[in-house]
């Protein structure tokens, strides 16, 4: 993998065929065997993607609540978050909670608690893959050179020190009466990121 700056900006498509002379370019000063690797490479194998967040959608569910994203669908994160599998988990564990505590008797209900539970957690883990991008692509070197700690990936006890089961059965009672009061039953009170428009940069891959 090779992360680089990139100022294009992208609409759906994703990925794209790498160009060898782009990778050596983005490589110049480095150690001569990682050019060695780039050239060895045949172009075929090389991949170019870029890395882009979205403005959190507003909403997880349908109208009707008949139908719920889960996972990247409803919140797509940054590689730098290293938290897309994790929270597509507790997405589907929370989900089989409120379905349970629901009953089959009221689908649209059982959604609509997923999302109150999961919607203030999901996007305040979302914006660690953007302050760990700033982190990381806007890194000075001089101050790295003296404290590599500085570097270091952060990992706050908010979000590993957790376990989506336990908390939706502890919360699922108090969301299921508030939405049957129709009063706003999202769990949390974390303030939603300020994201506006796609940002990028690109990575390539060697395959």
Do not use: C
């Not at 050596?24 to 690797?37: C, F, M, R, S, T």
């Not at 629901?102 to 660690?128: D, F, L």
Request: proline share 6%; no cysteine.
């Amino acid at each position: 993998m090779l992360t680089h700056k990139d100022d294009a900006d992208i609409d759906e498509d994703w990925q794209f065929p790498g160009k060898k002379a782009e990778v050596l370019e983005n490589l110049k000063g480095w150690a001569p065997i990682v050019h060695d690797l780039v050239n060895a490479t045949p172009e075929d194998r090389l991949v170019d993607y870029k890395l882009v967040f979205r403005d959190p959608l507003p909403t997880f569910i349908s109208p009707k609540a008949r139908i719920a994203l889960i996972g990247d669908a409803a919140h797509p994160f940054l590689p730098t978050s290293i938290q897309g599998a994790s929270q597509s988990m507790e997405d589907g564990v929370t989900l089989a909670i409120t379905l349970e505590k629901s009953g089959k008797g009221n689908i649209p209900r059982a959604i609509r608690a997923y999302e109150a539970i999961r919607y203030e957690r999901v996007h305040r883990a979302q914006m660690t893959g953007v302050t760990t991008r700033e982190q990381w692509h806007k890194a000075d070197w001089d101050k790295i050179w003296k404290d590599p700690t500085v570097l270091h990936l952060k990992r706050e006890a908010w979000l590993l020190d957790f376990d989506a089961e336990p908390h939706a059965y502890s919360v699922i009672d108090d969301v299921l009466k508030k939405l049957d009061e129709d009063v706003a039953a999202r769990v949390g009170n974390i303030p939603e990121p300020a994201l506006n428009g796609v940002q990028a940069v690109s990575q390539q891959e060697v395959n």
